[in-house]
Protein backbone atom coordinates (compact mmCIF):
# COMPACT_ATOMS: atom_id res chain seq x y z
CA UNK A 1 0.00 0.00 0.00
CA UNK A 2 3.04 2.33 0.51
CA UNK A 3 5.96 3.01 -1.48
CA UNK A 4 9.45 1.31 -0.84
CA UNK A 5 10.78 3.75 -2.67
CA UNK A 6 13.45 5.72 -0.54
CA UNK A 7 12.74 9.58 -0.53
CA UNK A 8 15.63 12.27 -1.22
CA UNK A 9 16.68 13.62 1.94
CA UNK A 10 15.01 16.66 2.99
CA UNK A 11 11.92 15.77 1.48
CA UNK A 12 8.49 16.88 3.06
CA UNK A 13 6.23 14.41 4.29
CA UNK A 14 2.70 14.94 5.23
CA UNK A 15 0.85 12.00 7.33
CA UNK A 16 -2.24 11.60 8.68
CA UNK A 17 -2.44 10.37 12.51
CA UNK A 18 -5.45 8.94 14.49
CA UNK A 19 -5.18 9.07 18.19
CA UNK A 20 -7.75 8.07 21.20
CA UNK A 21 -6.75 11.10 23.56
CA UNK A 22 -8.35 9.69 26.59
CA UNK A 23 -4.32 9.12 28.18
CA UNK A 24 -2.86 12.12 27.35
CA UNK A 25 -2.55 15.97 28.17
CA UNK A 26 -3.22 17.06 24.54
CA UNK A 27 -1.49 17.10 21.18
CA UNK A 28 1.32 19.60 22.00
CA UNK A 29 4.31 19.29 24.06
CA UNK A 30 4.38 20.77 27.70
CA UNK A 31 6.74 20.24 30.26
CA UNK A 32 7.65 17.26 32.37
CA UNK A 33 4.86 16.30 30.18
CA UNK A 34 6.56 14.40 27.05
CA UNK A 35 5.39 11.53 26.94
CA UNK A 36 1.79 12.03 27.74
CA UNK A 37 1.62 14.16 24.90
CA UNK A 38 0.39 13.14 21.13
CA UNK A 39 2.84 15.18 19.68
CA UNK A 40 6.13 14.00 22.08
CA UNK A 41 5.44 10.24 21.54
CA UNK A 42 5.00 10.74 17.47
CA UNK A 43 8.06 12.94 17.64
CA UNK A 44 10.11 10.01 19.35
CA UNK A 45 8.71 7.81 16.89
CA UNK A 46 9.75 9.69 14.15
CA UNK A 47 12.42 10.41 15.37
CA UNK A 48 13.79 6.94 16.18
CA UNK A 49 13.16 5.87 12.59
CA UNK A 50 14.82 9.15 11.18
CA UNK A 51 17.74 8.40 13.88
CA UNK A 52 17.80 12.00 14.16
CA UNK A 53 15.71 14.64 16.19
CA UNK A 54 12.62 15.40 13.92
CA UNK A 55 10.08 18.04 14.94
CA UNK A 56 6.87 18.36 13.26
CA UNK A 57 3.81 20.08 12.88
CA UNK A 58 0.23 19.49 13.19
CA UNK A 59 -3.06 20.94 11.45
CA UNK A 60 -4.83 21.81 15.00
CA UNK A 61 -3.90 20.96 18.50
CA UNK A 62 -6.33 19.14 20.54
CA UNK A 63 -6.67 19.38 24.09
CA UNK A 64 -6.00 16.77 26.48
CA UNK A 65 -8.75 13.65 26.29
CA UNK A 66 -9.51 15.16 22.64
CA UNK A 67 -9.74 12.15 19.96
CA UNK A 68 -8.51 12.35 16.35
CA UNK A 69 -9.36 10.83 13.18
CA UNK A 70 -8.11 12.88 11.00
CA UNK A 71 -5.14 14.69 12.61
CA UNK A 72 -2.50 15.88 10.05
CA UNK A 73 1.34 16.78 10.65
CA UNK A 74 3.93 17.16 8.37
CA UNK A 75 7.94 16.99 8.87
CA UNK A 76 11.31 17.05 6.96
CA UNK A 77 13.00 13.60 6.03
CA UNK A 78 16.60 13.88 7.21
CA UNK A 79 17.19 10.69 6.64
CA UNK A 80 16.16 9.93 3.13
CA UNK A 81 13.17 6.82 4.31
CA UNK A 82 10.35 5.17 2.19
CA UNK A 83 6.82 6.34 3.12
CA UNK A 84 6.50 2.87 4.47
CA UNK A 85 8.93 3.58 6.94
CA UNK A 86 7.12 6.55 8.07
CA UNK A 87 3.88 4.97 8.34
CA UNK A 88 5.09 1.28 9.90
CA UNK A 89 8.35 1.99 10.75
CA UNK A 90 6.45 4.96 13.19
CA UNK A 91 3.92 2.88 14.08
CA UNK A 92 5.85 0.17 15.78
CA UNK A 93 7.45 2.88 17.92
CA UNK A 94 3.89 4.60 18.86
CA UNK A 95 1.60 2.81 21.83
CA UNK A 96 -1.42 1.04 19.90
CA UNK A 97 -3.90 3.98 21.04
CA UNK A 98 -2.02 6.18 18.62
CA UNK A 99 -1.76 5.37 14.77
CA UNK A 100 0.03 6.89 11.60
CA UNK A 101 -3.11 6.02 8.63
CA UNK A 102 -1.24 7.40 5.85
CA UNK A 103 2.29 9.27 4.77
CA UNK A 104 2.86 10.91 1.01
CA UNK A 105 5.42 13.71 -0.10
CA UNK A 106 3.91 16.97 -0.46
CA UNK A 107 5.59 20.20 -1.91
CA UNK A 108 7.79 22.48 0.23
CA UNK A 109 5.48 25.37 0.57
CA UNK A 110 2.78 22.51 2.01
CA UNK A 111 2.42 23.33 5.75
CA UNK A 112 -0.06 21.30 8.06
CA UNK A 113 -1.56 24.27 9.76
CA UNK A 114 -1.52 27.57 7.72
CA UNK A 115 -2.42 25.11 4.27
CA UNK A 116 -5.47 24.23 5.33
CA UNK A 117 -9.09 25.28 4.29
CA UNK A 118 -10.72 24.04 7.03
CA UNK A 119 -11.06 21.51 10.25
CA UNK A 120 -14.19 19.66 11.07
CA UNK A 121 -14.74 18.30 14.39
CA UNK A 122 -17.59 15.94 15.62
CA UNK A 123 -18.75 15.94 19.26
CA UNK A 124 -20.97 12.65 20.38
CA UNK A 125 -23.16 12.91 23.47
CA UNK A 126 -24.69 9.49 24.67
CA UNK A 127 -28.31 10.87 25.93
CA UNK A 128 -29.53 7.92 28.05
CA UNK A 129 -30.22 7.70 31.83
CA UNK A 130 -27.75 5.51 32.98
CA UNK A 131 -24.28 6.43 31.46
CA UNK A 132 -22.73 3.88 28.92
CA UNK A 133 -19.98 1.58 30.19
CA UNK A 134 -18.44 0.81 26.78
CA UNK A 135 -18.53 4.45 25.70
CA UNK A 136 -16.81 5.60 28.42
CA UNK A 137 -14.22 8.01 27.59
CA UNK A 138 -15.03 7.87 24.20
CA UNK A 139 -18.51 10.12 24.41
CA UNK A 140 -19.75 12.80 26.88
CA UNK A 141 -23.25 11.71 28.57
CA UNK A 142 -26.20 13.64 29.32
CA UNK A 143 -29.08 12.68 31.64
CA UNK A 144 -31.78 15.05 31.12
CA UNK A 145 -33.48 14.28 27.44
CA UNK A 146 -32.83 16.45 24.82
CA UNK A 147 -34.47 18.06 21.60
CA UNK A 148 -31.93 18.01 19.03
CA UNK A 149 -34.17 19.37 16.64
CA UNK A 150 -34.19 22.80 18.77
CA UNK A 151 -30.99 22.57 19.18
CA UNK A 152 -30.36 22.28 15.42
CA UNK A 153 -31.96 25.05 14.63
CA UNK A 154 -30.45 26.98 17.41
CA UNK A 155 -27.26 26.36 15.98
CA UNK A 156 -27.82 27.85 12.34
CA UNK A 157 -27.39 31.72 14.33
CA UNK A 158 -23.52 30.65 14.15
CA UNK A 159 -23.09 30.13 10.43
CA UNK A 160 -20.89 32.38 8.78
CA UNK A 161 -17.89 34.82 10.26
CA UNK A 162 -18.38 36.17 13.42
CA UNK A 163 -16.61 37.35 16.49
CA UNK A 164 -17.08 34.12 18.86
CA UNK A 165 -15.51 35.82 22.29
CA UNK A 166 -18.18 34.09 23.82
CA UNK A 167 -16.95 30.57 23.07
CA UNK A 168 -13.17 31.26 23.53
CA UNK A 169 -11.78 29.69 26.71
CA UNK A 170 -10.06 32.48 28.62
CA UNK A 171 -6.61 30.72 27.88
CA UNK A 172 -6.86 31.02 24.12
CA UNK A 173 -4.07 33.04 22.50
CA UNK A 174 -6.01 34.02 19.23
CA UNK A 175 -5.11 37.28 18.40
CA UNK A 176 -9.09 37.25 17.33
CA UNK A 177 -11.98 35.83 18.01
CA UNK A 178 -13.39 36.48 14.45
CA UNK A 179 -14.06 32.57 12.83
CA UNK A 180 -16.21 31.86 9.54
CA UNK A 181 -18.51 28.62 10.64
CA UNK A 182 -18.70 26.82 7.08
CA UNK A 183 -21.34 23.89 8.24
CA UNK A 184 -23.66 22.89 11.69
CA UNK A 185 -25.96 20.66 12.56
CA UNK A 186 -26.94 18.49 15.39
CA UNK A 187 -28.74 15.09 14.67
CA UNK A 188 -29.78 12.23 16.57
CA UNK A 189 -29.41 8.52 16.05
CA UNK A 190 -31.03 6.66 18.65
CA UNK A 191 -29.61 7.17 21.95
CA UNK A 192 -26.50 9.12 20.26
CA UNK A 193 -26.79 12.96 19.34
CA UNK A 194 -23.92 14.54 16.92
CA UNK A 195 -23.21 17.65 16.83
CA UNK A 196 -20.97 18.31 13.31
CA UNK A 197 -19.03 21.80 12.62
CA UNK A 198 -17.37 22.75 10.43
CA UNK A 199 -14.72 26.42 10.40
CA UNK A 200 -11.87 27.67 8.54
CA UNK A 201 -10.40 27.21 12.25
CA UNK A 202 -11.58 27.41 15.82
CA UNK A 203 -10.48 29.34 18.82
CA UNK A 204 -9.56 27.09 22.18
CA UNK A 205 -12.37 25.05 23.24
CA UNK A 206 -15.04 26.97 20.89
CA UNK A 207 -16.78 23.96 19.78
CA UNK A 208 -16.85 22.12 23.52
CA UNK A 209 -18.31 25.82 24.40
CA UNK A 210 -20.79 25.90 21.88
CA UNK A 211 -22.40 22.64 23.21
CA UNK A 212 -22.22 23.64 26.61
CA UNK A 213 -24.68 26.23 25.17
CA UNK A 214 -27.02 23.53 23.19
CA UNK A 215 -27.16 21.38 26.00
CA UNK A 216 -28.98 24.06 28.21
CA UNK A 217 -31.46 24.61 25.64
CA UNK A 218 -31.70 21.20 24.65
CA UNK A 219 -33.30 19.94 28.40
CA UNK A 220 -34.83 22.94 28.41
CA UNK A 221 -32.87 25.40 31.09
CA UNK A 222 -32.75 28.13 28.49
CA UNK A 223 -35.01 29.22 26.12
CA UNK A 224 -34.83 29.49 22.21
CA UNK A 225 -32.80 32.80 21.08
CA UNK A 226 -30.65 32.53 24.01
CA UNK A 227 -27.61 30.64 21.82
CA UNK A 228 -27.72 33.87 19.48
CA UNK A 229 -28.22 36.46 22.17
CA UNK A 230 -24.53 34.62 23.88
CA UNK A 231 -22.97 35.37 20.93
CA UNK A 232 -24.10 38.99 20.10
CA UNK A 233 -22.63 39.71 23.79
CA UNK A 234 -19.35 38.46 23.28
CA UNK A 235 -18.82 37.57 27.26
CA UNK A 236 -17.89 34.46 27.99
CA UNK A 237 -19.72 34.58 31.53
CA UNK A 238 -22.63 34.86 30.70
CA UNK A 239 -22.59 31.08 28.42
CA UNK A 240 -22.76 27.80 30.40
CA UNK A 241 -20.51 25.25 31.25
CA UNK A 242 -17.70 23.71 28.79
CA UNK A 243 -18.58 20.23 27.60
CA UNK A 244 -16.67 17.43 28.85
CA UNK A 245 -13.80 17.05 26.18
CA UNK A 246 -14.57 13.06 25.86
CA UNK A 247 -17.01 13.59 23.27
CA UNK A 248 -14.81 15.62 20.90
CA UNK A 249 -13.42 14.18 17.54
CA UNK A 250 -11.38 15.80 15.21
CA UNK A 251 -12.66 14.31 12.45
CA UNK A 252 -10.84 16.03 8.70
CA UNK A 253 -8.75 18.69 7.51
CA UNK A 254 -9.23 20.37 4.00
CA UNK A 255 -6.31 21.48 2.09
CA UNK A 256 -6.19 22.64 -1.48
CA UNK A 257 -7.02 20.31 -3.93
CA UNK A 258 -2.85 20.63 -5.36
CA UNK A 259 -1.58 18.82 -2.13
CA UNK A 260 -4.10 15.34 -3.05
CA UNK A 261 -4.51 15.22 0.90
CA UNK A 262 -6.44 12.40 1.72
CA UNK A 263 -9.64 12.68 4.03
CA UNK A 264 -8.58 10.37 6.84
CA UNK A 265 -11.95 9.77 8.11
CA UNK A 266 -12.93 8.42 4.56
CA UNK A 267 -10.10 5.65 4.13
CA UNK A 268 -10.39 4.91 8.08
CA UNK A 269 -14.40 5.07 8.72
CA UNK A 270 -15.62 3.72 12.51
CA UNK A 271 -19.04 3.78 13.90
CA UNK A 272 -19.21 7.09 15.43
CA UNK A 273 -19.55 8.08 11.61
CA UNK A 274 -23.03 8.87 10.73
CA UNK A 275 -22.12 10.20 6.69
Given amino acids: MFSDRILEKGSRVACGVQYHGGAYVG ?14 LVENAVSVVADSRVRIYCAGRT ?15 PAGRSLKAWVH ?9 IRILWAQTVPEHFHSRFSALSRSYRYMIVNTSISPALLYG ?13 MNREVQCLLGEHDFNAFR ?4 QSPTS ?52 ILLDKDRS ?23 I ?7 PLTIQNK
Avoid at 91 to 97: A, C, I, V
Avoid at 213 to 220: L, N, R, T
Avoid at 248 to 258: R, T
Fill in 262 to 268: PRTSDIF
Fill in 89 to 97: GVNGHLPKD
Fill in 138 to 150: LASWHRKALDEKL
Fill in 238 to 260: KAAETAAADGLYLMNVEYPEEFS
Fill in 169 to 172: ASTC
Fill in 27 to 40: WQLQSGHKNSTIQG
Fill in 178 to 229: MRNIISIEITRHSDLVFMDVKANAFLHHMVRNIVGCVIAIGDGRKEAGWLKS
Fill in 63 to 77: DARVHALGQVFHFDD
